[in-house]
C-alpha cells in the first residue's frame, strides 16, 4: 500500500457523461499530481496541486478540471466523455511541489471505460 | 523541450539471465532527475530509484544496478539473474528543477518478460 488512495478502482460509463475520481494523498504530502496513461498515449501529465493552488498543468483537456480541497484531498472531473477518454487515471503524491528532486508516490489508479 | 526515449518495446529472457532497458533523455535544464519505475501486471506504479544530473555514480540495489552518463544522456537500468517477478513494464522518467513545478515526463516504457 503506497498510502496515495484513489476511488473509485473501476468505472464504466457511457459517452456523454461526467465522473468524479478522487484521491487522498500519502499523509503529510501537501502535492498531488494527476496523470492519465492510456494506450496510445502512455502516461501524460495532466494537473499538479500543492496545498490547494493550482501548480502546474500539462495536456489536460477543457473537458477535464481538477481540485485540490483544505483536506489536500483533490477530485479530477471528466465531462462529455468520449470513448478516447478510456484509461487508467493516476494520482501521485509528493510532500512538497517545488523541486523536481520529489520523489512521486502513485495510487493504485482509477481504470475508466467509456461505452 | 524535454523528451525521454525508451527504444525497447518489449524484451523476452529466460530466468537468471542479465538484462539492460535502455534509456535515453532530452533536456535543456542543467539541473534535472531522473526516475524509473516499475508497472507490475498488478498496475500500480512503483518508485525505484531517483538520480540528480550532479551525481554519475553509479548505483547498485542488490539485483538492480543504474548506469548514468550525462554524456551520451543516457540512464539505463539492469537487472541481474532476472526472476520471473521482475516481468513489469519499466518507466524512464525526467523532473526539470527549474520549472518550479514536480511533474515526471515518462518514457513509453519497456515491457520486460522474464520466462521461467
Redesign the interface.
Known amino acids: 500500500d ?1 498510502g496515495v488512495t484513489q476511488t473509485p478502482k473501476h468505472l464504466i460509463t457511457a459517452t456523454g457523461q461526467r465522473v468524479t475520481l478522487r484521491c487522498s494523498p500519502r499523509s503529510g504530502d501537501l ?1 498531488v ?1 494527476w496523470y492519465q496513461q492510456s494506450l496510445d498515449q ?2 501524460q ?1 495532466l494537473i ?1 496541486y500543492y496545498n490547494g493552488e493550482e ?2 498543468k ?1 495536456n489536460i483537456l477543457e473537458r477535464f478540471s481538477a481540485q485540490q480541497f483544505p483536506d489536500l484531498h483533490s477530485e479530477l472531473n471528466l465531462s462529455s466523455l468520449e470513448l478516447g477518454d478510456s484509461a ?1 487515471y ?1 494520482c ?1 503524491s ?1 510532500p ?14 482509477s ?1 475508466l471505460t467509456v461505452l | 523541450a524535454q523528451k525521454v526515449t525508451q527504444a525497447q518495446t518489449e524484451i523476452s529472457v529466460v530466468e537468471k539471465e542479465d538484462v539492460t532497458l535502455d534509456c535515453v533523455y532530452e533536456t535543456r535544464d542543467t ?3 531522473l ?1 524509473w ?1 516499475k508497472q507490475p501486471p ?6 525505484l530509484i ?1 538520480r ?1 544530473s550532479f551525481d554519475e555514480q553509479n548505483e547498485i540495489s542488490g539485483r538492480y544496478s543504474w548506469n548514468f552518463q550525462k554524456s551520451t544522456s543516457s540512464f539505463n537500468f539492469t537487472i541481474t539473474a532476472s526472476q520471473v517477478v521482475d516481468s513489469a513494464v519499466y ?1 524512464c522518467a525526467l ?15 519497456t515491457r520486460l518478460t522474464v520466462i521461467p
Open positions: 503506497s502535492s499530481y502512455g502516461l501529465f499538479q501548480r502546474a500539462g487508467l493516476f501521485a509528493s512538497r511541489g517545488g523541486s523536481g528532486a520529489n520523489v512521486l508516490t502513485f495510487g493504485a489508479g481504470r | 539541473t534535472y532527475y526516475f519505475y498488478s498496475g500500480e506504479l512503483v518508485f531517483r540528480n518507466f523532473s526539470e528543477a527549474e520549472t518550479g513545478a514536480n511533474n515526471l515526463f515518462f518514457g513509453t516504457g
